[in-house]
């Protein structure tokens, strides 16, 4: 069974930074899967902000593309996702994920809220 630890969410003001963390335990072959943060907003559904596979590749959704930046390290089983220049719209809970043999596992969520 997939378990993830979660941190780094928190209320902060517009233009302001924010980084997360997850790390993730209890199968060998995680550090061969794509690990990535999702989020959703109140009455949204749930989208990708970003992944990354075990040898680096990155994707971004195209909302947080060029604020937003995401780091593995595989050693630990944990990605980092620094946030930059935060918008209001970016508030909601981020999730982390990842998938192992065609099953999506998902973490239990952290609220980023940005508000003045």
């Known amino acids: 069974q997939v378990q993830f630890v979660e941190s780094g969410g928190g209320l902060v003001q517009p233009g302001g930074s924010l980084t997360l963390s997850c790390t993730a335990s209890?199968?060998?072959?995680?550090?061969?899967?794509?690990m990535g943060w999702y989020r959703q907003a109140s009455g949204k559904q749930r989208e990708l902000v970003a992944n990354?596979?075990?040898?680096?590749?990155?994707n971004y959704g195209d909302s947080v593309n060029g604020r937003f930046h995401i780091v593995r390290d595989n050693g630990k089983n944990t990605i980092y996702l620094y946030m930059n220049t935060l918008k209001p719209e970016d508030t909601g809970v981020y999730y982390c994920?990842?998938?192992?043999?065609?099953?999506?596992?998902w973490g239990q969520g952290t609220q980023v809220s940005v508000s003045s």
């Open positions: 994920k990842t998938n192992l043999d065609d099953r999506d596992y």
């Open positions: 990354i596979s075990s040898g680096g590749e990155t």
């Open positions: 209890g199968s060998i072959f995680i550090r061969f899967s794509v």
